[in-house]
């Protein structure tokens, strides 16, 4: 039932169709990116980022919260989420847990546009707007990197060990954009958060694909149109781009197609669609 698709490093994992569910897991950096669904093997992973509250990106985290309980995990797990809809969701999962006489506890991290917060010692997500009716956000997972001084690059390993060994400082440090996530929002957020362009592999919806949904029509819905990004298809820098959140308007067995017609094939070819084998959607 599950997708898994590699984009450079990372593996993407889960299950996406627009409207219905979202739910992807990167288990190289520890986390899944909304609850919409509740694969079996993201119940162990430490770090949920909710884009926003719509039920097919969070309707599905309290039988995630359950499943986790399976897995002997004690700590709750961390949920990143716009500041704005923290209450929202702990009153929710409070009222589920009388429900259930089970606690559905979380570590709640609300945040707001340009806040960053650190994931473990390498890796910290910052959150950059979005555009949809709701709360909303977008995550970037930025790595820091240790690097040798450019001014020492040529010296052997032994000389740098020795200048080490003498107290000076041989590294710098620098920041890789590894990957971002960007789902339920207008184009404009590439304008307004341009660095989300430049992530490793980035992750972004693109629910419509073709006229059976115009380019007006997903704008008025707050979703990206094919169109859109054929329009702007220089933008488009990153060496991996994992399109998901198709609308089932579309068989999964000719999304691929349609890329291939519709986009420059040097953008195409580093684009991996997020789609299942077969003809038709899971469930
Ligand atoms: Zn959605
Ligand atoms: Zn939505």
Not at 51 to 72: E, F, K, Q, V
Request: glycine fraction near 8%.
């Amino acid at each position: 039932m599950l997708t898994t698709v590699t984009a450079g490093p990372h593996t993407v994992r889960g299950i996406s169709v627009g409207g219905i569910y979202t739910s992807l897991a990167v288990p190289e950096l520890g986390v899944v990116f909304d609850a919409g669904a509740s694969p079996r093997s993201s119940g162990g992973i430490d770090t949920i980022l909710l884009s926003h509250g719509h039920a097919d990106h969070i309707g599905a985290l309290p039988a995630l919260l359950g499943i986790r309980g399976l897995t002997g995990k004690t700590r709750p797990p961390r949920v990143v989420m716009p500041a704005e809809i923290e209450d929202d969701l702990t009153s929710v999962l409070a009222t589920l847990s009388r429900l259930q006489r089970f606690p559905l506890e979380i570590e709640p991290i609300g945040l707001r546009p340009g806040d960053e917060f650190a994931l473990r010692g390498d890796l910290r997500v910052r959150a950059v707007r979005t555009f949809h009716p709701v709360p909303s956000l977008a995550y970037l997972l930025i790595r820091r990197v240790a690097k040798l001084r450019p001014e020492l690059q040529g010296l052997t390993g032994p000389q740098i060990a020795a200048r080490r060994r003498a107290g000076e400082d041989v590294t710098v440090y620098e920041d890789r954009l590894e990957l971002a996530y960007a789902t339920d929002t207008l184009i404009s957020v590439f304008d307004h958060a341009p660095e989300l362009l430049q992530a490793g592999t980035l992750i972004m919806e693109c629910t419509f694909l073709d006229d059976r949904k115009s380019l007006a029509a997903a704008r008025a819905g707050c979703h990206i149109h094919l169109d859109a990004v054929v329009e702007r298809a220089e933008q488009f820098t990153s060496p991996n781009v994992v399109m998901m959140h198709f609308s089932q308007l579309y068989r999964p067995d000719e999304i691929a197609g349609i890329l291939d017609a519709r986009l420059p094939p040097e953008l195409r070819a580093r684009i991996v669609p997020f789609v299942p084998a077969g003809t038709s959607w899971p469930g």
